[in-house]
């Protein structure tokens, strides 16, 4: 698995410059799931109707999300690379902001019988590049836009249970 991830980030760091696209994201789960999944043919593919996925709460038997069918996954994916591209470009959303809603749709839609935090930590990074976040630290570097981390520190209200 270390290996894959190595791999996966040669990949982000070959692509940073590139559009996202589902060839892209299937390529990233391909990498980061090779040799790691039951069925070995589910690498780089979303998963089809036979697939049962729900998640549930293990330690009470709840069921907490159903996610969409299998059969809307190429479409949602697509949807979800023009939001990560702002090929609409109707309003600026942070690259921090895009790429943490990016983490969860892929979370949401569950798109792979295995490997979807993988990919979506992979494509977090993808698409989030070119900043970085130390969440203990409240430390946030942003070379392409004009906040400083001051700034951006004295508008955050950081509330942490001790």
Avoid: W
Avoid at 7 to 13: G, K, S, T, V
Avoid at 46 to 55: E, F, Q, S
């Amino acid at each position: 698995m270390i290996f894959n991830n190595y791999q996966a980030m040669q990949l982000i760091r070959d692509y940073k410059e590139e559009k996202l696209t589902p060839a892209m994201i299937l390529q990233l789960h391909r990498l980061l799931t090779e040799a790691t999944l039951d069925d070995a043919n589910k690498a780089g593919q979303y998963r089809d109707a036979g697939d049962d996925i729900h998640l549930v709460d293990a330690s009470e038997s709840v069921l907490l999300h159903i996610p969409p069918e299998a059969s809307e996954l190429p479409d949602r994916i697509e949807r979800l690379c023009q939001f990560a591209n702002d090929l609409d470009g109707k309003e600026f959303i942070h690259p921090v902001i895009r790429a943490i809603i990016l983490h969860f749709m892929i979370g949401y839609d569950h798109p792979f019988v295995d490997g979807n935090g993988r990919t979506a930590r992979a494509l977090y990074l993808l698409v989030d590049g070119e900043s970085a976040i130390l969440a203990d630290g409240v430390y946030f570097h942003f070379p392409n836009h004009q906040t400083s981390p001051g700034t951006i520190r004295k508008s955050l209200s950081v509330h942490r249970d001790r």
